[in-house]
């Protein structure tokens, strides 16, 4: 399930994971909200309206993970890992669900992302909304038969 996550001067592809949550949260877009700056720069998040079921708490996410902060229905975007420095902030403090994730740069993204600009989240346009089945690309199936193969 791709989406697009756009700002008035990024435009960013994500892959939502195959979760009861972010098949929720892929059913509900679009969402458009402000963005918001995490304390120490971990990352950025945005309200939503969606109310979906996090069915997990991930600890462990790494730059460009999704999350999704269901007490508060907010989504994220991780810039930089935990670390002693930052795990005490409330982007890492409070409960949440990994749910995709996007390939990006940090110094990137932080040139094109402000505070209070405008974020969209949307089904990306090659996307049928109804269609909730992950199709695999052929190098994704070539890796995955290659690691199920004994000794691959």
Known sequence: MRVLIRTPKLVLYAQLNNTLTARQIFHDLPCISAVRIAEGNAGVYFDTTINAVAMSNTSNV????????????????????????????????????????????????????????????????????????RRLSQSEIDSLIRSLRPGG
């Open 62 to 133: 790494d730059v460009g993970d999704i999350i999704y902060l269901p007490e508060a229905k907010q989504m994220g975007i991780v810039m930089q890992p935990p670390s002693e420095a930052n795990e005490k902030t409330y982007f890492f403090q409070s409960r949440r669900a990994l749910i995709g994730h996007a390939v990006i740069s940090p110094n990137d993204f932080w040139s094109k992302v402000l505070p209070g600009v405008s974020l969209t989240v949307e089904v990306a346009p090659d996307e049928d909304p109804s269609d909730t089945s």
